[in-house]
């Protein structure tokens, strides 16, 4: 209880001088706001009705680029791994374009698709693709090759093996490139929102500050957070559940 | 071995040491003379490392004291030095075999242009003088645990203190060990308190073996081992005498070992 | 696989995989199967940035965009070892400031740049604060755990060796600190390219980021893809510099 106390001391001690600062009109309070009207910003963004829909279009960009990036990586990163030749091949075309930052690629998916979701999904799947790759090679070629050697024995097929053997070995660590990758998503949908589509919570992020409406803006800043913290604590408590049993370890975030 | 009863290096009395209500160790006393090699033996659990810390000062007891020459042990004394039995925990694994031992003689502020020729010379006392410039993760585990012993022995320790330092090394690597070590000391004039659960180890090496007894932890038998020196690994453990400790030990200790 | 088990034939046969990608792309977009207004042949890019390296205007876009990346990177760098290093090794400090951190770490590191464009406006300084600021975190929370997480057995072998304890600082904790660091370090250095972008994309300053929001705006094509290799390349090379460096601090680590 004592830590916990301890813990909430500096922001609440922060938003107190804040909050203080403002009332007593030592701060314009125009620039910045103060912690109650965010407050009530943050609520007023839920009845008005706009956090909803915003979300909701952050949402749909994030979670489909999320999807196609992850599998086409995970897919990728299974040929990798299970082929040095392929991978050994690929190395330079694979060392050329992933230093490419996905933000480079937001004039162009815009040029191409426009505004709109397409936007968000191909420049959101582009930058889930690497790290699901390496995570995935990297986990194929670290099965125990006791259980290749099995499923030699059992005589399995390629989709047999894949399916059978390879996917539930590396799965524990693709999870773990999956919830790193829907962090990323979810920064990297925002930050389309911010720079070129005018959709979802980045864009009401720029609405607000363009409108001078810093209350509103603290206040998305503050669902933002919020809206990635439980996600990843979602993702994790999936983990441990699933995961937990087969006495896999833990990866530190 | 001679031993003066009069002036022990190190005395322990009336040791207690509680932990929440349980009770790891109950009204030790012992003490250990200058230039002995004293064995402490025990089941898993009956707090001889808990013991040896507290002679190495990183623990307090809850009550009674430990003494160094004479003076209460508040804290790690300089004479004293610790080899410890997760060897790869205890080396640092940037620096290279040299560099490790380096460290003591820097903590002992031994003057930079000094310590190369005191690296080599310790490093040829353990046999490590050509893997100076390795890194510990590239050493076997008995090359580790050398490495242990050559900065514990940097430090120009008068006392030092072994907790079960071979127990992770294979059957091998261990014989080897125990011969070198039992060499450096005497080579060196260390006195030694030596923790092992292997009672063959501890009538093998020490002058002395002490059993020791869990839940609590109190002291058990004394046995003086009145065995020629230097010890063979052949020849003295299959001296009658050592059969016969050996059988008196094994009847002391509950679970055999 | 005998042929790529020798490296250096592993490097040519993987360079002519990659030439053979730029030829089919070549050929695709020669051929006009997608359209060229989004598909520029790689010839036209090559020779699109060439000519734009023959222009003044480029480079300094260029030094512009690495010249605020780089300080504040290396600010940040800075700041984030030194307030780690202490935050890491005094458990006190650590219970009132780490839930802190967990409130700002889920943060998107954009989602701050509109809260300095209020403060400071649309200006060359807006965007070194911003970079600065987002770097700072991944060093800094890095930085924190590589301290924090110091093997106990060695800070007893400390206490029995008498190190002081500026000794154990540097002799024990940093190194100890340094895969932590430097893995924060790239992180930072992703993150400040990242953010030197899109702040230039948002403020409308000169820059690499400016020149492809420009180039996409007007439908030059081929000046697009070439300001994106530039920014790969940007990437690759600060990316492998660090990488360098890492290496040779940590190389009892490669062993």
């Known amino acids: 209880m004592m830590r916990l106390f301890k813990g909430l001391l500096i922001p609440g001690c922060v938003l107190g001088l804040w909050q203080w600062l403002v009332l007593i009109q030592y701060v314009k309070s125009e620039s910045l706001s103060y912690p109650s009207a965010i407050a009530a910003a943050a609520i007023g963004v839920i009845q008005d009705g706009t956090l909803l829909v915003a979300a909701a279009q952050t949402f749909s960009g994030a979670f489909s680029g999320w999807l196609l990036g992850a599998t086409l990586g995970i897919v990728m990163g299974i040929a990798f791994g299970l082929s040095q030749t392929l991978s050994h091949l690929m190395k330079i075309t694979v060392e050329t374009v992933r230093p490419i930052p996905s933000v480079a690629l937001i004039p162009l998916a815009l040029l191409i698709y426009g505004y709109g979701v397409l936007l968000e999904t191909s420049v959101v799947a582009f930058s889930c693709f690497w790290p699901l790759l390496i995570v995935t090679e990297s986990a194929v070629r670290g099965i125990e090759p006791r259980l290749i050697e099995v499923s030699r024995m059992l005589n399995f097929n390629l989709f047999d093996r894949v399916t059978k053997i390879i996917l539930p070995a590396a799965l524990p660590r693709i999870f773990v490139g999956m919830r790193l990758a829907a962090a990323v998503a979810l920064v990297v949908s925002v930050t389309v929102e911010i720079t070129a589509n005018p959709m979802g919570l980045g864009y009401a992020l720029i609405v607000a500050q363009e409108s001078m409406r810093a209350d509103r803006m603290f206040a998305f800043i503050g669902w933002i957070g919020l809206i990635g913290w439980s996600l990843n604590t979602a993702l994790l408590n999936i983990q441990y559940r699933w995961f937990g049993k087969m006495g896999f370890w833990e990866e530190q975030v | 071995m001679n031993t003066t009863t009069h002036n022990p290096l190190l005395c322990v009395e009336s040791l207690n040491f509680k932990v929440n209500d349980l009770e790891i160790l109950r009204d030790i006393n012992l003490s250990i003379n200058d230039k002995e090699f004293v064995c402490i033996v025990g089941a898993s659990g009956c707090g001889k490392t808990t013991l040896l810390r507290m002679m190495a000062g990183l623990l307090s007891p809850t009550r009674g004291h430990v003494s160094y020459r004479g003076q209460q042990v508040v804290g790690p004394h300089r004479e004293i030095a610790v080899v410890f039995q997760d060897y790869a925990k205890a080396l640092l694994p940037w620096r290279t075999v040299a560099g490790n031992v380096s460290l003591a003689l820097e903590g002992c502020d031994v003057p930079a242009v000094e310590r190369p020729q005191r690296i080599h010379d310790l490093l040829c006392k353990v046999g490590l003088e050509d893997r100076a410039e390795a890194f510990p993760v590239q050493l076997s585990g008995g090359m580790q645990q050398r490495l242990q012993i050559a900065r514990c022995l940097a430090q120009s320790p008068q006392l030092l203190l072994m907790d079960e330092p071979f127990g992770a090394l294979d059957a091998m690597t261990r014989q080897t060990l125990q011969d070198e070590v039992t060499r450096l000391c005497r080579d060196s004039g260390v006195t030694v308190v030596f923790i092992t659960h292997d009672l063959e180890e501890a009538i093998y090496l020490g002058d002395r073996v002490i059993s020791m007894e869990k839940m609590p932890g109190k002291i058990g038998e004394t046995l003086v081992i009145d065995l020629p020196r230097p010890r063979d690994q052949l020849t003295t453990r299959e001296n009658t005498k050592f059969l016969a400790y050996r059988h008196q030990l094994f009847k002391l200790l509950p679970s055999g070992h | ?255």
């Open chain 3, 1 to 255: 696989m005998s042929k790529l088990d020798n490296p250096s034939h592993s490097w040519f046969f993987s360079i002519l995989v990659f030439l053979g990608f730029l030829g089919l792309w070549q050929v695709v977009a020669t051929a006009e199967l997608i359209s060229p207004v989004f598909f520029p042949a790689p010839q036209k890019c090559f020779v699109t940035l060439y000519e734009q390296m023959n222009q003044p205007e480029f480079w300094q876009a260029f030094w512009q965009t690495i010249s605020r990346m780089i300080v504040g990177f290396s600010v940040a760098s800075l700041c984030g070892v030194t307030l780690g290093a202490i935050i890491g090794l005094s458990p006190r400090v650590r219970i009132y400031i780490e839930p802190t951190f967990e409130l700002i770490r889920p943060l998107p590191a954009s989602a701050i740049i509109p809260v300095f464009v209020l403060l400071m406006g649309l200006n060359d300084s807006m965007i070194v604060a911003v970079i600065l600021f987002s770097s700072l975190w991944p060093v800094l929370l890095n930085t924190v755990h590589g301290f924090k997480t110091v093997e106990p057995r060695l800070l007893e072998v400390a206490q029995i060796l008498h190190l002081s304890q500026m000794e154990v600082i540097f002799k024990i904790a940093l190194p100890n600190a340094m895969p932590d660091i430097f893995a924060g370090l790239r992180l930072s250095l992703t993150v400040s390219l990242i953010l030197a972008v899109v702040a230039e994309m948002l403020a409308g300053t000169t820059g690499l980021g400016q020149n492809i929001t420009l180039a996409a705006r007007s439908f030059r094509s081929a000046d697009l893809y070439a300001g994106i290799m530039v920014l790969g390349v940007v990437g690759y090379v600060t990316n492998t510099a660090l990488a360098k460096v890492e290496h040779h601090v940590l190389r009892w680590r490669a062993v």
